[in-house]
């Protein structure tokens, strides 16, 4: 009863519902610093989930995912200060459409390519974009754009969220998160979702199977670009500011770092891994200017003891071996090694 | 004669200096099955990989049913009907085998939308074409087994459903006996010998026994180029033949 009852099918969404019902109630319970530091987490939670739809459930690990987010974000920005849109049904799509239509530029050069290659390129894809916005002076250079005015959403004189109110803010967010996480849960159930998941695990095999294994990848990274391009949006919402910094490689290797410190195709772990991080690095940099080193030494202990990321505490021992442990077990290392027969 | 199944004309694929098939021309029968002989090296698995399009030719073309798939790629070929299995095991070792012969299953959904929100019948439809594949290669215990735990000769029968499960007319068998026991191997046999009843089948065995206890006609390839095709009494007598491979397996 009790490994049923573990089962990381049920027990992964369980604890995405009880992480969702701690975020809905802490604004009630939290201080003004925390909720804005969850409000953080949030948005942060929701790009990693959509790096993790790559990462963890394509098994196509991108170095250069900031760049549908920041391009995104920059939009919003400059849509914002230079044409004084504010409204969001205009930014929310523009902004989106941006990621997407960047995403399926990007995606559709990388995923000719695979392993070490398909790094290496998003990451050179991902740091032009970087330069495109750090160097174009339109952009703003580094000093990034920052703007006052924060996307409303009225319909015929009707103003339904305004995101320049904090709470608003908080729970469009969150009812986003909650969205994004239910949407690909039901993404990665259905067909598409199971031919992806062929794609990961042996796409040769799945493309002998009669699937486009690149039509599929390309689909899953605009879609990943899609929703990162959603965080990019609340991010300008949330901070009122975009910076090239948003786009660097240093802020995609946060990103995939924190989806490895939660648990790599679980959609659940990066947000946990999004709260650890943030709560971790507010906690230790108040207590030493080291701080950054004492997170690294705790990325590097997770990764070595809990190679499943956080989640994998909850999960061990129980479901399937793609969620046990990435070390094959000595009939899965047969498989894949002893059949030259 | 009706139109073949299949058709190669000139195939060559060389890699480097080395002309693995060397102009090929062989035709396919509807309902044929057909063994493909050689010594190591003859470029058997080649010719395989040129029609299942893992490869892409050097020079020639390939028919199927009379349409030119020089150029398609694997997955329209296998939507085509050209199924293929490998020699070496090539499953989904953390998946279920119910799951590994659904993807194979799933390649006869329409594109689109109905990947993503499919139809109760369309569900439906791919959940019993993966049972039928399971059932088919004898799997049916195991559908909720993962696939890295049965043993080789289970695997090299789950390789069999996977391939049943896109519902191919044509069936490209790379040794599908490869490294199996006595039992084993005479179960997986006797599989093939019922899926021939209804497929063509294109078969690369070093089981004699076998090959002709199924394989209605017979090409013998030596050195990337066709020695022989005949009927099997036809290469049974071939004294090039006899000379060239069979040589010591064919005597008693």
């Given amino acids: 009863m009790m490994s049923r009852a573990l089962s990381p099918t049920v027990v992964l969404p369980l604890l995405f519902v009880v992480v969702a019902v701690g975020l809905a109630l802490y604004p009630l319970v939290g201080e003004t610093f925390y909720v804005r530091l969850m409000a953080k987490i949030i948005v942060l939670g929701i790009l990693a ?44 799509p523009a902004s989106l459409a941006v990621s997407a239509l960047l995403a399926l530029v990007i995606g559709w ?55 320049s109110d904090r709470m608003v803010f908080y729970y469009t967010a969150w009812a986003c998160l909650v969205a994004v996480y239910v949407g690909l849960w039901l993404l990665m159930r259905a067909p598409f979702g199971q031919i992806v998941r062929g794609v990961r695990i042996n796409p040769g095999r799945t493309q002998a199977l009669g699937h486009d294994v690149h039509r599929h990848q390309l689909a899953v990274f605009v879609i990943a670009g899609t929703i990162a391009g959603l965080a990019g949006f609340l991010e300008v919402a949330r901070s009122g500011f975009m910076s090239p910094a948003h786009l660097g490689w240093h802020e995609s290797a946060m990103v995939l770092i924190i989806v490895i410190l939660g648990g790599m195709g679980t959609l659940v772990g990066p947000v946990i891994g999004a709260l650890t991080l943030v709560l971790l690095e507010d906690w230790v940099a108040d207590l030493t200017s ?42 899965e290392a047969q498989a894949e090694g002893g059949d030259d027969g | 004669m009706a139109e073949p199944m299949l058709e190669t004309r000139a195939l060559t694929r060389r890699f480097g200096g080395l002309r693995a098939v060397n102009n090929v ?29 893992d490869l892409p030719p050097t020079s020639g073309t390939i028919r199927f049913r009379g349409r030119d798939i020089t150029a398609r790629p694997v997955q329209r070929r296998v939507r085509m009907g050209i199924g293929r299995s490998y020699q070496k095991t090539n499953i989904l070792p953390e998946l279920t085998c119910l799951d590994n012969c659904r993807l194979g299953a799933l ?32 799997l049916e215990a195991r559908a909720d087994t993962i696939a890295a735990t049965l043993s080789h000769g289970e695997k090299r029968q789950l390789e069999i459903g996977m391939m049943m499960a896109t519902e191919p ?31 063509t089948m294109i078969l690369i065995e070093h089981d004699m026994d076998a090959v002709f206890a199924i394989a209605e006609r017979i090409t013998v390839m030596v050195n990337g180029a066709v020695l022989e095709t005949g009927s099997v009494e036809q290469i049974r007598a071939s004294a090039t033949v006899r000379e060239a491979y069979l040589g010591e397996e064919a005597e008693p």
């Avoid at chain 2, 099955?33 to 399009?53: D, F, R």
């Avoid at chain 2, 439809?125 to 049972?131: G, I, N, S, T």
């Fill in chain 1, 49 to 92: 989930m959509s790096l993790d739809l790559l990462v963890g459930y394509t098994g196509l690990v991108s170095l250069g995912h900031a760049a549908f987010s920041g391009a995104a974000g920059y939009i919003t920005a400059t849509l914002i200060l230079k044409a004084g849109v504010t409204d969001m049904a205009l930014l929310l």
């Fill in chain 1, 290 to 331: 080291h701080w950054k080193l004492i997170i690294g030494l705790f990325v590097i202990a997770v990764v070595l003891f809990l190679p499943n990321g956080l989640v994998s505490l909850l999960t061990r021992g129980a479901g399937p071996s793609w969620l046990r442990g990435r070390r094959a077990t000595p009939a």
């Fill in chain 1, 109 to 163: 050069i990388s995923v000719r390519t695979s392993g070490i290659y398909f790094i290496m390129i998003t990451l050179a894809l991902g740091q032009m974009t970087y330069l495109f916005f750090h160097d174009v002076s339109y952009w703003g250079g580094t000093d990034g754009i920052s703007v006052w005015d924060k996307p409303v959403l009225a319909v015929g004189g009707w103003t339904l969220l305004e995101l």
């Fill in chain 2, 169 to 199: 007319t044509l069936l490209l068998l790379d040794e599908p006996l490869a490294g199996m026991g006595q039992e084993e191997s005479r179960r997986v046999t006797e599989l093939l010998r019922r899926l021939a009843a209804d497929h």
């Fill in chain 2, 107 to 138: 390649s006869r959904l329409p594109g689109g939308l109905a990947r993503i929100r499919p139809s109760r019948a369309a569900r439906r439809q791919v959940q019993a074409r993966a049972e039928h594949a399971l059932a088919l290669c004898g």
């Fill in chain 2, 25 to 53: 021309s062989l035709t396919f029968e509807v309902g044929v099955v057909h063994a493909i002989l050689g010594p190591n090296g003859a470029g058997k698995t080649t010719v395989i990989n040129l029609l299942s399009g």
